[in-house]
């Protein structure tokens, strides 16, 4: 097998869809040494980091994958996360 049949193998390979719907959104956070988020990707204006982390951990089923280095990411589409943003905001506002 040359190396250009495994590359093509693993990109193949590679989840494509969340929850049974496509991928058009990878959002990346970055973790402090002490677990704390110290950067989320998509975050809405007005909310901290670790909140938007914490509403995306517990509206999302099996989307994010934890990454080497204090890093990860959330796989979702696009849809969704902009549904996400709006809920968010609304949700800080109403505490």
């Not at 869809?17 to 989320?40: M, Q, S, W």
């Not at 796989?75 to 968010?88: F, G, I, Q, S």
Request: glycine letters at 8%.
């Amino acid at each position: 097998m040359d190396t250009t049949e495994a590359v093509a193998e693993v990109s193949a390979s590679a989840p494509a869809v969340a929850a049974g719907k496509p991928v058009d959104c990878l959002i990346h956070v970055r973790f402090n040494p002490d677990g704390t988020v110290l950067e989320i990707g998509e975050r809405p204006k007005g909310v901290v980091a670790q909140t938007w982390f914490k509403y995306l951990s517990q509206h999302t089923c099996n989307c994010y994958q934890a990454l080497a280095g204090g890093r990860g990411m959330f796989r979702l589409p696009r849809l969704d996360v902009d549904a996400m943003k709006t809920a968010c905001i609304a949700a800080e506002q109403g505490s």
